[in-house]
């Protein structure tokens, strides 16, 4: 059993910043590879953004790279998504995940996975 949490999420104007937060109540969190996504209206969940268990290697999906930036702190149990330069592109609800099988970018590879939290930004 795992549970997350996503907190963060707002409304915001173009340009403007957000860090999302997922807090993870997981047992062996630290050795835990963790990702986010995203599902816009009428769209499939995509995938944002992953993280290795130690934090060193970082993955983006290309429309992201360079304006966020993933991170997390295993004393916290917790994950984060800082949000640059936001479009209005972003507007979607951003999901943490956990615990992935085989390709981290698969949404259908994660085990556990939060509620969500909405981002939206207006133009």
């Known amino acids: 059993q795992a549970q997350l949490v996503e907190s963060g999420g707002g409304l915001v104007q173009a340009g403007g910043s957000l860090r999302l937060s997922c807090a993870a109540n997981?047992?062996?969190?630290?050795?835990?590879?963790m990702g986010w996504f995203r599902r816009a209206p009428g769209k499939e969940r995509d995938f944002v953004a992953a993280i290795s268990t130690s934090g060193a290697s970082t993955y983006y999906a290309d429309s992201v790279k360079g304006r966020f930036t993933i991170s997390r702190d295993n004393g916290r149990n917790t994950v984060f998504l800082q949000m640059n330069n936001l479009k209005p592109e972003d507007t979607a609800v951003y999901y943490c995940?956990?615990?992935?099988?085989?390709?981290?970018?698969?949404?259908?590879?994660?085990?556990?996975w939060g509620q969500g939290t909405q981002v939206t930004v207006s133009s």
């Open positions: 995940a956990a615990d992935p099988e085989g390709s981290w970018k698969d949404y259908a590879d994660y085990a556990y």
């Open positions: 997981i047992r062996d969190f630290s050795n835990i590879p």
